[in-house]
Nanobody, 111 residues
Framework: QVQFVESGGGLVQPGGSLRLSCVAP????????AGWYRQAPGNQRELVAN???????EYGDFVKGRFTISRDNAKNTVTLQMNSLKPEDTNKYYC?????WGQGTQVTVSS
């Protein structure tokens, strides 16, 4: 199974910020979409943000300008800067890159 290095999850107060990073292995990162999805228990996995090889970006409707996705192909890294976090953003966040899923990192927004 492909092993990603995901980091940046944790506990933050409402209105705070977190930065999620995901490093993928191999030599083909730049050829694939890269993104972040989230999934709560019992729910379907939903798009948070995706960036194509040509840097076309798509965000989930709930993002509303709060998050920014970027990629660094030289470092095989996709990053999600999350600002103005809300309790309803609490979820497990999964990296998607090179056609594979990461293990997930928990984000909890609570006072």
């Amino acid at each position: 199974q492909v092993q990603f290095v995901e980091s940046g999850g944790g506990l933050v107060q409402p209105g705070g910020s977190l930065r999620l990073s995901c490093v993928a292995p191999g030599d083909f990162f730049s050829f694939y979409d890269a993104g972040w999805y989230r999934q709560a228990p019992g729910n379907q996995r939903e798009l948070v943000a995706n960036i194509s090889p040509g840097a076309t970006i798509e965000y989930g409707d709930f993002v509303k300008g709060r998050f920014t996705i970027s990629r660094d192909n030289a470092k095989n890294t996709v990053t999600l800067q999350m600002n103005s976090l809300k309790p309803e953003d609490t979820n497990k966040y999964y990296c998607y890159a090179i056609g594979e899923w990461g293990q997930g990192t928990q984000v909890t927004v609570s006072s």
